[in-house]
């Protein structure tokens, strides 16, 4: 049986009224009685009910996160950091993962407003609009956006600088010596793919070295998705020199279709992920990645939350954290050999 208040202040000897100021380290309870009615309630198991609170006092102190999953370990991060900072805030935070699937993401946030929270951190679903989120922001509930952009949307956003990490590996891969490449990953309307292809292709035909639209090949950000993209690679005539994942997630992938079809990453075929996931140094090749700082997204969203809850009325903010390129052997080893046929496997 549940314990309750009653319980622990007919335990003491001390009102109901008395365990409540307790459990809110009123001023007007002596140290002494604090103690003893914590002990108590530590001897007799009371687990505080903060549903029942958050009717009492319609709301919560708390922040909702939405992610589309955390199979991706930059989005992990993202999610621990989040949390952390949330905590120094002393805010709980209600995650849901939407697996990319737009239906599961309405179930998620109708479930989550109807805990009265104080504001959210999300990345979106593909296909999400900015009419299926207009009204929270209507509303009045603060909204974060993170990794995913919606355009139109009068939020605050926090991400890494996409563009900046395409233009990056741009210039590392014609330094040595590249001369085609290709991005594999991420699905077409997601604006975190379009920015990087964006920073690639555009930097990319600035070095003279012409972008070919047919070499960025949208799929899921999953390794499946990167094994997808090679597949589809190797039909061509020809095998490109680099390519570039729309995540290390994707690298993974990237790296087994490649070997099934006997062609080795870093020597036949150079290439590059993003997030700089830390596990990357260890696959074989290292993989050469940009970082995406996903603890460091998670950190700045909750700070924009807690702005936006002290100045509701201030206008939406944008954070965008500069990307590094993380040289390894993926890219290192690779010299130029004009593949033009694949491997048999």
Known sequence: MRVTLMDVAQHCGVSRATVSLVLQDSLRVSEKTKNRVREA??????????????LRSRRTSGFGLVLTDIHNPALADLAMSSEDAAGAADC???????????GRQTQILQAMMEYRLDGLVLSPATGTTVDHLTPLVKGGMPVVL??????????DYAGPDNAMGGRLIADHLAAIGAKS??????????????ERLRGLSTQWDKLGLGWNPDLAIPTNALESGGREGVRRLVQRPSIP??????????????????????????????????????TVRHLYPPLTSTDTHMADV????????????????????????????????????????????????
């Not at 020199?241 to 150079?270: F, K, Q």
């Open 41 to 54: 309630m530590a001897e007799m198991g009371y687990v505080y009910d903060r549903r029942a609170a958050n």
């Open 92 to 102: 709980s935070m209600m995650m849901g993962f939407t697996r990319d699937d737009l």
């Open 146 to 155: 993170v990794t995913r952009r919606l355009p139109g949307l009068p939020c």
């Open 181 to 194: 490449v290709a991005l594999v990953g991420g699905s077409v309307g997601v604006t975190a793919r379009q």
């Open 241 to 278: 020199d680099s390519i570039v994942c729309y995540s290390d997630t994707v690298a993974r992938g990237v790296y087994t279709e490649l070997r099934r079809h006997g062609l080795r990453p870093g020597e036949d075929v150079a290439v590059v992920g993003f997030d700089n996931d830390p």
């Open 298 to 345: 998670g950190t700045e969203a909750i700070r924009l939350l807690l702005s936006k809850i002290a100045k509701p009325l201030r206008n939406p903010e944008t954070t965008l954290l500069p990307s590094k390129l993380h040289e390894r052997e993926s890219t290192r080893t690779w010299t130029p050999r004009g593949v033009q046929a694949v491997r048999s496997a």
